[in-house]
């Protein structure tokens, strides 16, 4: 699990996710431990992770290209995904002008876990990155404008990029001005 990151305003919604993915491989207790360093914060960078890994006995492969965020018909849809020891969680973020749901996937079943309102900041992430987004949201927002809550997610996101391995340093972003139908965009998702 990453990071995507989201404002929900009255005027529009603005959402951003890096596009890091890391496949281990070897033993599972061994995988455990580097993924608890990884996500609490202990691993800073990529070279520190190889080493890591290394350490470990544990085989990984880093891609940065996976694409965690896009724009369907005015509505945002962010992505992570955690691995468990028996599961696949995988939790999705929509957004659109005005209000936001959260839904969770566990074995093929999908439910709506939150649903909120205008004017939140939403962070879908492990420890550390919801840790970064939480200090730079409280620093950084004093409330405002479309673009000023842009500015504060990609700010979240270069200090991420920064801080943790377990996130890279590109990420999309996307943003719409439209009030879309929520409950659509899911049921569709539901089905796919």
Known sequence: MTLVIAFIGEQGAVMAGDMREIAF??????????????????????DDLKERAAEFGVTIRVRDDKAKVSE???????????????EIRRRSLYATRGSYAITEVIDSRLRVTQRGRASNFVVLGNDITKQIASQCIERAWEGGTI???????????????????SVSRTFMLVHTDLAA????????????
Not at 72 to 86: A, R
Request: glycine share 8%; with cysteine.
């Open 25 to 46: 491989q070897g033993d599972d207790s061994c995988i455990d431990e580097l993924e608890r360093e990884l996500y609490s914060g202990l691993i800073a960078s990529d």
């Open 72 to 86: 369907q018909n005015g509505v945002l849809i962010g992505e992570v995904t955690e691995t468990g020891e028996s």
């Open 147 to 165: 673009p000023d809550a842009m500015r504060v997610v990609m700010l979240t996101m270069q200090i991420a990029a920064s801080v943790t391995a």
């Open 181 to 192: 139908n929520l409950s659509d965009a899911i049921d569709k998702d539901s089905r796919a």
